[in-house]
């Protein structure tokens, strides 16, 4: 009987110091998923156990001391925020009881405020992520939020989340452009947690003047802009200036995850996407063309893209300015993110996302706040700037696409294109080529015309030969020699086009099988002349009886000078 309790006693006793082990080992372990990092584990998330500074272990008459080197929560909070009183600053506004929990912000206001202003999230990155090692040395980054009329628990937690998951010496400051929102307290008392700033525009500018009133204050060398509604993820930023830092004509972006904006979960989005557009500049998601994506043998790589969402990125400061900062002609919201994406492509940058950097981020279905001059005019006027400096004959499709934008206001250019000349930027036809070939140019609708000069007409003869010849016939009784289709870059005649013999002055022109990557094939209306693209001559009849040539363009000479009538 004896034996049995001394040995129930034993028993009991190694899985009491088992489970005190797994106990202080549970503690000691960093904050939420298996795969988090150890910056997460500076700031302790909701839902872990409390850290306390000392632990006492009692045991019959003794008691252990266990000094636990983590400092307490409270502790670890006043050292992030300062004097700074969060739970007075959240408590200060209160969704009332009956009130739409939408209505405001249009996401769900009771779950942000329920979470408060912290929590854990899941690390949602890859798994070899957090093997990978970045310098030691790194420069630091201004933060730029701008925010109109936040909420503030999701502005909270964006700060939060910035100090609890970025190493220290990499924030330089949050820079906070209050713009214009109704209540100044929201952004000034923020200004009480160490590092943060708080600037307040006098009236509404939009998020774009915004931006750059806060990069012109920014006193660090790289600029990370974010929107107001984020959760900055495990390691989020060190991949970005790492890339920054190795090219700084890079721009970098993080994944972007998904908040929900009912019920504020933090869900991990596809690491495959890409930015794209279609032609009425509708920014979307988009699949990382195939051949891309079988190449890509590392998931930890970056992955260029045509454009980027906008939001969140990572640019250094003096290429941000070198660049021309953004078009402050712009207001609101909208259209911001094409011409910056523009405009580093063609000017010598260029664009990627960091599968290995992830912050969330709350989409909404719609806009929670008023565009002064509408919403529709608004973002028409923001992006007939960006096809209009950007998009050459391109913009064409633009129009096409959304025709509503034609004749609408969108102010001087002049400033822009001056830019855009200085910076010596490529043509956005290179941008179409080289950045984002998958994007479609719509099938133009061929409409049948002749090709006049004066009373003569453009006809083919025989197989592939050419000449002027009295037009003939009326309507849809014309000759089907003297029938054509201009399709942008082709001039064809069924299944034959119109092509040069050889790029110089005086080359024979003559019909052969269409190929519209033919570059002997491309042409290009120059006012009344037909400009062969590469070569840069025109078509020339030089006398109604001669063959017909490329020459020097000299549109107003009437051998070059072609009138497309079309037939009806
Ligand atoms: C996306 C971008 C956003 C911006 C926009 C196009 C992400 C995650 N978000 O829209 O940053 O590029 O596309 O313009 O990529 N704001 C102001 N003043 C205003 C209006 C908005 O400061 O007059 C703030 C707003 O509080 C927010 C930020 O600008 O912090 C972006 O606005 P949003 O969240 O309504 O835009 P979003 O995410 O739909
Ligand atoms: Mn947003």
């Given at each position: ?292 994506k079988m190449a890509r043998s590392d998931p930890t790589q970056p992955i260029r893209t045509p454009v980027i969402a906008g939001g969140i990125f990572v640019m250094d400061k003096s290429w941000f300015n070198h660049l021309g900062q953004y078009d402050t ?240």
């Open positions: 009987m004896r034996r049995i309790r001394a040995n129930a006693i034993a028993i009991l006793t190694v899985a009491w110091i088992l489970g005190t082990f797994y106990y202080l080992w549970q503690d000691s372990k960093p904050a939420s998923t298996p795969s988090s990092s150890a910056s997460q584990a500076r700031g302790r998330g909701h839902g872990q156990k409390l850290v306390p500074g000392r632990l006492e272990i009692h045991r019959d008459d003794r008691t252990i001391p266990l000094i636990v080197t983590q400092p307490p929560r409270d502790e670890q909070q006043s050292q992030l925020l300062g004097g700074f009183d969060e739970k007075a600053y959240l408590a200060a506004k209160q969704l009332k009881p009956g009130d739409d929990p939408y209505r405001e912000h249009a996401f769900n206001l009771q779950e942000s405020d329920r979470l408060g202003s912290e929590r854990a999230i899941r690390d949602t990155r890859h798994y070899r992520c957090a093997s990978l090692a970045y310098d030691a040395e790194l420069s630091s980054t201004s933060i730029i939020i701008t925010f109109h009329n936040e909420a503030r628990s999701t502005l909270l937690r964006t700060i939060k989340s910035v100090l609890m998951r970025s190493p220290p010496s990499l924030i330089q400051e949050i820079i906070l452009i209050d713009d214009f929102s109704t209540d100044p307290e929201d952004c000034q008392l923020l200004s009480q947690i160490p590092k943060v700033r708080c600037l307040r525009n006098s009236r509404r500018e939009g998020l774009i003047r915004s931006r750059v009133r806060g990069a012109n204050t920014a006193s660090a060398t790289i600029l990370t802009f974010l929107d107001s509604h984020c959760e900055v993820n495990a390691d989020w930023l060190q991949p970005m200036i790492q890339r920054v830092k190795e090219d700084h004509t890079r721009v970098v972006s993080p994944i972007i995850d998904v908040i929900s904006l009912d019920n504020f979960a933090y869900l991990a989005a596809s690491a495959d996407l890409r930015g794209g557009f279609d032609w009425s500049l509708h920014f979307k998601w988009e699949q990382i063309p195939i051949e891309q002609h712009m207001d609101i919201w909208g259209g911001e993110n094409f011409e910056l994406s523009f405009r580093v492509w063609m000017c010598g940058g260029s664009l990627e996302i960091l599968p290995c950097s992830r912050v969330g981020h709350v989409f909404r279905k719609r806009h929670p706040y008023d565009f002064p001059e509408g919403n529709a005019l608004t973002y028409i006027k923001n992006t007939r700037r960006a096809a209009e400096v950007w998009m050459d004959e391109y913009k064409q499709y633009y129009y096409s696409a959304r025709p509503s934008a034609q004749g609408k206001a969108f102010g001087s250019i002049a400033d822009r294109l001056t830019l855009r000349r200085k910076l010596n930027c490529k043509p956005f036809r290179w941008y179409m080529e080289n950045v984002y070939p998958e994007l479609r140019v719509p099938e133009q609708e061929a409409v049948s015309s002749v090709l006049k000069q004066g009373g003569m007409c453009l006809e083919t003869r025989g197989r592939d030969g050419l000449g002027l010849a009295e037009c003939r016939g009326a309507g849809t009784n014309r000759p089907q020699s003297q029938k054509w289709e201009l399709v942008e870059p082709l001039i064809r005649q069924q299944d034959l086009c119109l092509a040069i013999s050889a790029f110089t002055a005086g080359s024979k022109v003559k019909m052969e099988l269409c190929n519209s990557k033919e570059p002997r094939q491309k042409w290009k209306p120059k006012g009344p002349a037909l400009q062969h693209m590469v070569s840069g001559l025109c078509l020339d009849s030089q006398s109604t009886s001669g063959p017909l040539v490329i020459a020097q363009c000299r549109p107003q000479v009437a051998g070059q000078s072609w009138e497309p009538q079309v037939i009806v």
